[in-house]
Nanobody, 118 residues
Framework: QVQLVESGGGLVQAGGSLRLSCAASGRSFSNYAVGWFRQAPGKEREFVAAIYWSGRRTPYADSVKGRFTVSRDNAKNTVYLQMNSLKPEDTAVYYC???????????WGQGTQVTVSS
């Protein structure tokens, strides 16, 4: 079992930055890819970014490419999502997730709210 806890969400003005953290406890997720997903009100959950176990492969959604950066510290069992140049359309609950397949993660955090004001 892996327990995930997100933190770092909040209210920020457009153009601002936030850094989200995803801390894992229980079983280590150092061998798993970790993904960030988000869900805005009235919309389906969507993929944002992921980082594979080596840290060398980091796919991003087109909507965040060039603005968001995902990184991981396996020694701390923590994954980060640095979000720069935030836009109101980035407003959502952000979740981290992991598992043997990042396409269908087994483990999810509880989410952290990000609100970007215009």
């Amino acid at each position: 079992q892996v327990q995930l806890v997100e933190s770092g969400g909040g209210l920020v003005q457009a153009g601002g930055s936030l850094r989200l953290s995803c801390a894992a406890s229980g079983r280590s997720f150092s061998n798993y890819a970790v993904g960030w997903f988000r869900q805005a009100p009235g919309k389906e959950r969507e993929f944002v970014a992921a980082i594979y176990w080596s840290g060398r492969r980091t796919p991003y959604a087109d909507s965040v490419k060039g603005r968001f950066t995902v990184s991981r510290d396996n020694a701390k069992n923590t994954v980060y999502l640095q979000m720069n140049s935030l836009k109101p359309e980035d407003t959502a609950v952000y979740y981290c997730a992991t598992g043997p397949s990042i396409a269908t993660p087994n483990y999810w955090g509880q989410g952290t709210q990000v609100t970007v004001s215009s």
